[in-house]
């Protein structure tokens, strides 16, 4: 028989050791990215679906009130279950329009985890709306991590491979970064933002997240020095099969040592060393995977020049099913396609106000800006 609990608490560690044994690193469906986010304005709803006392699914959904009446919110790499059990998603996805309609729940965006084409398509099928936009990146390069270093090593294009050797052996070194270095993490985002014309989180916000999971184990700021000084430096993140590159960042001083393939080595070996089978990119743009997937050749923008970058590693790539507009207001077909195009309409700063916030820049896909944007 299945139960299911709803929850609005933080922190539920049996609910992200049931994550960690799913694929695609669902770290945003945990309860310390529910911490995190709590503390620049979203509030979490939790759904733990258990059969016999053992989790066999859940969704964690990210919301955020409106001024006048209920909330709006999304639910990223999720919902999870254990099983390919159609009676368990359908369980699952009535618990979550149970609890939108108790909780005041207006409308969400939802965007399934790596290999949930079947949730994808019930959600489809009980009335979501394909969405423009998604939560996290449709397609992402990942690297298998899993075999021996040198094997990681031959499976890099030969420029990279080149690259790194040549640094180690230049002198430049990396090592795992303190707190007292994150002052110097925060100035090399602000000097890479500015070369490279996109708008950095805040600095509290990076911050938070690292000391979030970097006190559970799971995040680690590795930084690459040469001749003592800080070059280039990077927050990664460990959950489940995977480790996310989320942040990488360089002076622009002393390019011909590549500092970022060096620390992007480093990186997957920590990762590596957490348990970790793959290494994740981050992102790229869904007409530069047509381009990688039809094997023409990348152009030489700075879209091009990153996937190349992100590839070199002997990446592959992996998809996750399209977004989804989820209306809970009634007629749901209508109201779904509503939402979304209100938001990419005039009236965005009408919803800013109505929400005291904008949810749609923590969904909207950010423009490629650098290796390591996630």
Request: with cysteine; glycine share 8%; aromatic share 10%.
């Amino acid at each position: 028989m299945l139960e299911v609990s709803v929850s609005k608490d933080g922190l539920d560690p049996e609910w992200d050791r049931f994550l960690e044994t799913k694929p695609d690193g669902c770290y945003q469906q945990s309860s310390l990215w529910a911490e995190l986010k709590a503390r620049f304005g979203w509030k979490p709803l939790r759904l733990v679906v258990k059969r016999q006392g053992e989790i066999v699914g859940g969704t964690q959904a990210l919301l955020r009130p409106l001024t006048l009446f209920g909330s709006v919110g999304y639910v990223s790499k999720g919902p999870v279950v254990a099983s390919d059990d159609p009676v368990l998603l359908e369980f699952l996805l009535d618990q979550l329009d149970h609890a939108a309609k108790t909780e005041h729940i207006l409308f969400l965006k939802i965007q399934p985890a790596y290999g949930a084409e079947r949730v994808a398509q019930c959600l489809l099928q009980r009335g979501a709306i394909p969405s423009e936009t998604s939560v996290v990146p449709v397609a992402a390069p990942r690297t298998d991590i899993s075999p021996e270093p040198e094997a990681i090593l031959a499976r890099m294009h030969y420029k990279t491979r080149y690259n790194i050797r040549r640094a180690e052996r230049k002198g430049m070194s990396v090592r795992i970064g303190t707190e007292a270095d994150m002052h110097t993490f925060h100035r090399l985002v602000k000097v890479h933002s500015e070369q490279q014309g996109y708008s950095p989180s805040p600095d509290n916000y990076r911050y938070d997240l690292w000391s979030t999971f970097s006190t559970r184990g799971r995040a680690c700021l590795l930084v690459a020095e040469y001749e003592g000084e800080i070059l280039s430096a990077t927050v990664i993140l460990a959950f489940g099969d995977a480790v996310f590159s989320l942040y990488l960042v360089d002076s622009g001083q002393h390019r011909d040592l590549n500092p970022q393939s060096l620390l992007q080595w480093k990186a997957m070996l920590w990762g590596k060393e957490q348990g970790c089978a793959w290494y994740d990119f981050g992102g790229l743009n869904m007409s530069t995977v047509k381009t990688i997937m039809s094997d023409e050749s990348l152009p030489d923008t700075r879209a091009g020049s990153l996937a190349r970058y992100k590839m070199s590693f002997g990446s592959q790539l992996v998809f996750r099913p399209r977004a989804c507009d989820v209306s809970f207001v009634w007629p749901r077909r209508l109201t779904g396609r509503m939402a979304p195009v209100l938001m990419d309409m005039n009236m965005r700063p009408l919803l800013r106000s109505l929400i005291g916030g904008s949810i749609y820049g923590d969904f909207r896909s950010r423009p490629e800006s650098r290796p390591g944007s996630q």
